[in-house]
């Protein structure tokens, strides 16, 4: 994941170390710890960017705005979910589809059977 919205850092960090990219940020706005343990070398060797965000210093206009953004995201075409895997032989096009960023969501791979 090139960039991770989270709302609870100490549940969740160890899980985003192993799925952040390279270069990947997380931001974070809460959580369940007030000093959470993180995976220091994992993130480090990924060249991750940790963001702590207090929502109580944005200005209103900002908060609108992310609001809105978040919103246009949950709409039916946008999708976080794995679209049906390719077979093996389109290989190619799986390369094409990501490099493009034409979907939201992974593209998967289907094992030989």
Not at 39 to 50: E, K, S
């Amino acid at each position: 994941m090139d960039s991770i919205v989270d709302v609870a850092f100490a549940s969740y960090i160890d899980l985003y170390a192993d799925i952040v990219a390279l270069g990947g940020v997380i931001a974070s706005h809460f959580s369940t710890s007030s000093a959470p343990r993180i995976p220091f070398w994992p993130l480090l060797f990924l060249n991750t960017t940790i963001w702590l965000l207090g929502g109580d210093d944005f200005p209103s206009e900002a908060k609108l705005q992310a609001a809105q953004d978040i919103t246009a995201c949950l709409t039916p075409r946008a999708t976080a979910h794995p679209r049906r895997p390719l077979p093996l032989d389109q290989i190619a096009t799986a390369h094409q589809v990501v490099e493009r960023r034409t979907v939201s969501g992974r593209v998967l791979i289907a094992p030989d059977r």
